[in-house]
């Protein structure tokens, strides 16, 4: 297996020549909390630990195999990958302009950089000024996501075909066997062909859990970005509920950690097996 290489702000982990056509993304695991980060808190580090994915990072390291894989090391409350580098909030940031359309995640205060944290209100002691947030755009937002570009590119040229999965976890929705425990986002059919979508839900369903499609999350910039079925390039997010691999505190793993792993490990290999499948039949062709 290959040595990570870091960069100002993420993990990249894999080789040069990738080994398949299946690449990961962790936006949302990050939990470096600098001191710089920490002295603009007006609310405890705790509170906003909130925004992460909690340890979905150890999920991804322990499920992956020798996949090309991104992992945010900078917390989500400081640049949010998953959403536009022009969702920027004027309420918190001088060099941003609410537009007329703005998203609901915006206007909620979950824009680029995050403005509230559920249960805990406005999380900074000031606005920042425009240089700061392109600073961190620059320096964070962009390089990430033209890494995850250049693994796509990479795989779709080895293999005809790539599958990105953006891989993410959610708060339980409700009581186990009432709510969906796992949720697939393709931008409602836009970010990936449907077969990926049917081999992950196949998987899902396969070792006992419920699953759907789109609701309440339907993927975010990540997977709209990045997928482009169109090109042979196909984009998924996976939404899992903490509970599944977390304690009952949803703070450390837990007792279903290695069989959450074990999901994942499982849709990895499906998604790999339906895109060269898929490849080898028009290459046949």
């Known amino acids: 297996m290959a040595s990570p290489s870091f960069g100002a702000s993420f993990q990249s982990f894999g080789d040069p020549v990738p080994p398949g056509p299946v690449v990961i993304s962790v936006p949302h695991g990050g939990r470096a909390y600098t001191p710089e980060m920490v002295a603009a808190l007006r609310v405890p580090v705790a509170a906003v630990m909130g925004l992460e994915d909690r340890l979905i990072d150890l999920v991804g390291m322990a499920a992956r195999g020798d996949e090309p894989m991104l992992i945010q090391n900078t917390p989500r409350a400081w640049i949010d990958l998953n959403r536009d580098e022009r969702e920027r909030d004027p309420l918190i940031d001088e060099g941003a302009r609410m537009a007329p359309r703005a998203s609901a995640k915006l206007r909620s205060g979950l824009g680029l950089v995050p403005r509230r ?95 759907t499609r789109n609701a309440p999350y339907a993927g975010g910039h990540i997977v709209e970005r990045h997928g482009d079925p169109r090109r042979g390039i196909h984009a998924v997010q996976l939404e899992l509920d903490r509970s599944l691999y977390l304690d009952a505190a949803l703070e450390a793993p837990g007792p279903g950690f290695d069989t959450t792993v074990a999901l994942v490990r499982r849709i990895l290999s499906a998604l790999a097996a339906e895109a060269l499948g898929q490849s080898a039949a028009m290459a046949a062709e």
């Not at 990430?144 to 976890?169: I, K, M, N, P, Q």
């Open 117 to 211: 944290v559920a249960g805990h209100g406005d999380i900074w002691t000031r606005r920042f000024a425009d240089g700061e947030i392109v600073t961190r755009i620059e320096g964070d937002h962009r390089p990430y996501h033209r890494a995850l570009a250049e693994r796509l590119a990479d795989a779709r040229a080895c293999f005809g075909v790539a599958v990105l999965l953006d891989l993410h976890s959610m708060p339980p929705l409700g009581a186990p066997g009432l709510v969906p425990r796992i949720v697939i986002g393709d931008r409602h059919g836009t970010t990936a062909a449907t077969r990926f979508v049917r081999r992950i839900e196949a998987e899902a369903r396969g070792a006992g859990f419920a699953v």
